[in-house]
């Protein structure tokens, strides 16, 4: 039976990294009971946009969920389960930081129903943390995943790396600590940092004063990270995401998978389907005209489209090559008009397969732990053959 992910998102922080790109912002005194009316209010909006009524995931992200109440979530979480039905083995998921994850607000959080915990820790390293603008420390981290190894059995933490001057050797060793901690939960994300335009980061990288690594050591680091993972046994099941067998995401796997989900709170995206084709739902991104337009007006959306075929199939890949497994045929056949039989027939994706960048089996395909590493020049070719068939 196919299923949903409903996606939550809670657009304040204590902190504003600078690096960070999401739609966040400053804390500020809100009014609580106004903003629990308002998600409730707009689930009941979105879900009319679906047919499907079993949910798999629920996902509070941001920002930074963890400074939410423990009711909060609860009477978010009731209201849906109230709605919709709720699948037995759903995940429920909140994003935390460490310096908002003490022992008793995981522990509220589990009773109200949260049952995974995607922590925040981006480095042990204390002088990363602090180039990070982090309001942290390593053994604040380190005691957060103790609390939330002894009350969750599905947990991950976030690791950032290809931080400025950070050496292979010393990472070397981050790394075997990292893979420690990570085995105990079962699943880590580790992404390659990302400058963004508009953040801080990027200001100081234009004016020269970011020295980031270079692609050769950035490179050497991702290899570094598929080897060391295989050792500790949890291996990649996304570019930048490994877990042990059974302890992948199953929300974030929705996406990939490029099942329907709903997103609810400033700036979420929804993906649902529309008769044959992909429907796409964005959320107004201001934390205040969303609140404003839930509360006062209809609803919170800010743009609604029915995607052309040929965008869903680029979606469908652009998700789904991120993976291991392999992509079917008819997962990408639904949306786009030349079939990934004949796609992988074509010479620009030919190559790419002498390349040994993607491995094609009965027409499914996937790019392999080398092809991860230059996904965008791989999509970029999916582009051209789908949109000026090459
Ligand atoms: C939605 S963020 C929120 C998590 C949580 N608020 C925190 O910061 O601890 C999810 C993750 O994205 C990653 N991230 C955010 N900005 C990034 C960037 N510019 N480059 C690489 N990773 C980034 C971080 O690892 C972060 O933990
Ligand atoms: S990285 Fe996390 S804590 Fe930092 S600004 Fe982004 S969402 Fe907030």
């Not at 103790?146 to 976030?158: R, S, Y």
Request: proline letters at 3%; charged letters at 25%.
């Amino acid at each position: 039976m196919k299923s949903l992910g409903i996606y939550i998102h809670w657009p304040w922080c204590k902190t504003i990294c600078p690096y960070c790109d999401f739609n966040v912002k400053k804390f500020e005194e809100i009014d609580t009971d106004t903003w629990l009316k308002a998600y409730i209010k707009e689930i009941k909006n979105i879900s009319l946009f679906t047919n499907l009524k079993e949910v798999k995931s629920i996902y509070f992200g941001g920002g930074t969920p963890s400074l939410i109440s423990a009711e909060f979530i609860e009477k978010v979480i009731n209201f849906i389960s109230n709605n919709f039905s709720i699948s037995s083995s759903v995940e429920i998921t909140i994003e935390a930081n460490p310096s908002s994850t003490k022992y008793n607000n995981l522990y509220n959080f589990k009773l109200a129903g949260v049952n995974r915990i995607s922590l925040g820790v981006q480095s042990f390293n204390n002088r990363d943390l602090k180039f990070l603008g982090r309001d942290h420390d390593s053994y604040q981290a380190k005691k957060a995943i103790k609390h939330i190894n002894t009350l969750f059995n599905k947990a991950n933490f976030d690791i950032i790396y290809g931080i400025p001057d950070q050496k292979i050797s010393t990472f070397k060793k981050e790394l075997n600590e990292i893979f420690n901690f990570a085995q105990s939960l079962g699943h880590l994300s580790i992404y390659q940092l990302t400058i963004e335009p508009r953040t801080p980061f990027y200001k100081l990288l234009k004016s020269g004063k970011l020295n980031l690594p270079s692609e050769e050591k950035l490179s050497d680091m991702y290899f570094m990270i598929q080897e060391i993972s295989e050792r500790y046994k949890l291996p990649q099941y996304e570019i930048s995401n490994h877990s042990t067998f059974g302890h992948e995401s199953i929300h974030n796997l929705g996406y990939w998978r490029y099942n329907q989900y709903l997103g609810i709170g400033p700036g979420a995206h929804s993906r649902v389907s529309k008769n044959s084709n992909r429907m796409s739902l964005i959320q107004i991104k201001s934390p205040k005209e969303w609140l404003n337009a839930v509360i006062k007006d209809t609803n919170g959306i800010a743009n609604k489209e029915i995607l052309s075929k040929n965008e869903a199939a680029m979606e469908v890949l652009i998700t789904g090559l991120r993976l291991k497994e392999f992509l079917p045929n008819d997962r990408f056949n639904q949306f786009s008009k030349l079939k990934l039989e004949e796609i992988i027939e074509k010479p620009l994706i030919k190559g790419l397969i002498e390349e040994g960048l993607i491995e094609s089996k009965k027409s499914k395909i996937r790019t392999t732990s080398k092809g991860k590493a230059v996904l965008n020049s791989i999509l970029y070719r999916f582009d051209k053959v789908i949109n000026s068939n090459y």
